[in-house]
């Protein structure tokens, strides 16, 4: 049995702006027209899901539990609806931390409405907390969007002042693009421009945030791309310091590992300079690795029950094939947010290529997989393998229509080279999705996921339709 995940990939009729449409891909649409399918809900109440965007981590979870999963933004939602966020012990433990030590608290994260990465609303009520534990010193280090959220950066950040001027302190102390941060093991060289910024006050500044991103429009730049700078707040430039308390509020450990490794003293080769901030206490809103020893605000356990335990169970061989850009969707994710294999899996990630702009190649390292694929099932080995095909959602987020059209009718064709090595030794093949992206490239989902329903495909010997 294959599972072919086609990520990224949702069903929508319109023709505008739909890649999955306008190029009339031949092979998923004949098996689409001969084979068993259903159309599955990604998104809403009737697939289980209440968070504002469907999301891979989320989606690939349910695939493996065959369940409705409550996710952690439902969870600390859930916590801010009945107040028990503001006695959170965790971030009690920040707060008395810095105050012990004189110094400050350095809020972290995404600025994004959208819910996957981050949510504004969260680090809204960061600064609520602030208040009403009566602690002034509390600066915003924050990383704009322009993937995930369709919402200006500059807008969310009136959001931001609005709260800032109602409680009466709070100040942004750094601005920095997604792209030098997130996904940052792809781009060591920007990870580390940033920290020299915010541990020893080198690289761009501005007087104000504001400044500093019209000044990276001007120069072409969006909300993903906008260079690290240090804002002057009213005491000049506050770094992280010996003694502050660093709380990251993105909720996905995949984009964040790196952030709270490097905090914590991780990697710390990378930096020449001796001195670095000592004595720090770094929370995370959610378990990013469980290599980090590290409080984390809204602990959660794996997932129990899932596929991969049943594999497991009665000694099934199984593949997890991938490349690295989506490694913990058919790992720690599949596997229910465990990060260890199981008895009988195997993990083979392929190098995602790096480019300054996906869109430069918007077939990835379709080609390596689909040549592993087709050689592990050939060979008879595996008894169950995941495949996840990452263009259709890496693309799609580029919001680049040529690109993304090469990206569908390459899917298309290392779909059917994956089932029909299938079909030649008597494999069964489900084609899914975890949610929407590339058959929407025009407003209003531009670039992010939607909340369009994905294909359920059952293609084998003996199944075809009269």
């Not at 329903?453 to 003996?462: C, D, E, H, T």
Request: glycine content about 6%; overall charge positive.
């Amino acid at each position: 049995m294959v599972l072919l995940i086609l990520d990224g990939w949702g069903l929508s009729s319109s023709w505008s702006g739909n890649p999955t449409v306008m190029t009339n891909p031949p092979n998923i649409t004949n098996f689409w027209r001969i084979y068993p399918h259903k159309v599955l809900l990604s998104f809403g109440q009737e697939s289980g899901r209440r968070t504002p965007i469907s999301n891979s981590r989320l989606a690939h979870m349910e695939i493996s539990a065959g369940r409705e999963v409550l996710e952690d933004l439902e969870i600390i939602n859930q916590s801010l609806a009945n107040k028990s966020f503001y006695h959170n012990p965790v971030l009690m433990d920040c707060f008395r931390f810095a105050r012990n030590h004189n110094a400050n608290i350095h809020l972290l994260g995404l600025l994004s409405d959208a819910g996957y990465n981050a949510s504004l609303e969260h680090l809204l009520a960061l600064l609520e907390m602030a208040h009403r534990q009566n602690f002034r010193r509390v600066y915003v280090d924050a990383i704009t969007d322009g993937i995930d959220s369709q919402t200006p950066a500059l807008k969310l950040i009136e959001r931001v002042n609005k709260k800032f001027q109602e409680i009466g302190f709070g100040q942004f102390s750094s601005v920095v693009g997604r792209r030098y941060v997130l996904n940052s093991a792809e781009n060591l060289k920007s990870l580390i421009k940033f920290f020299q910024l915010i541990f020893h006050e080198q690289g761009a500044k501005a007087d104000s945030i504001q400044e500093a991103i019209t000044k990276n429009y001007t120069l072409g730049r969006k909300d993903a791309e906008i260079e690290p700078t240090l804002i002057k707040t009213s005491s000049g430039f506050q770094t992280i310091k010996t003694g502050d308390g660093v709380i990251l509020f993105n909720l996905r450990g995949q984009n964040s590992h790196a952030l709270a490794e490097i905090l914590t003293g991780g990697r710390r080769r990378l930096f020449w300079q001796p001195k670095l901030p000592k004595d720090l206490l770094v929370a995370t809103f959610t378990n990013y690795s469980n290599k980090l020893t590290l409080p984390v605000v809204f602990p959660r356990q794996p997932l129990a029950d899932t596929l991969p335990e049943v594999l497991a169970r009665y000694q099934k061989r199984n593949l997890r094939l991938a490349e690295s850009l989506k490694k913990l969707h058919v790992t720690s994710y599949f596997n229910g947010g465990r990060e260890e294999p199981l008895a009988g899996e195997e993990y083979r990630i392929i190098p995602s290529p790096r480019l300054q702009s996906f869109d430069q190649k918007p077939e990835l390292s379709l080609a390596k997989i689909t040549q592993e694929a087709v050689r592990a099932i050939l060979a008879k080995k595996y008894d169950f393998m995941v495949i996840n095909l990452a263009s259709a959602d890496i693309i799609g987020h580029t919001g680049n229509l040529a690109a993304a059209c090469r990206a569908v009718m390459a899917l298309d064709q290392a779909t059917a080279k994956i089932v029909e090595a299938n079909l030649k030794v008597e494999g069964a093949t489900i084609i899914t999705a975890d949610h929407g992206n590339i058959e929407q490239m025009i407003r209003p989902s531009l670039r992010a996921h939607t909340k369009n329903p994905v294909p359920f495909i059952l293609v084998a010997k003996g199944r075809r339709k009269n």
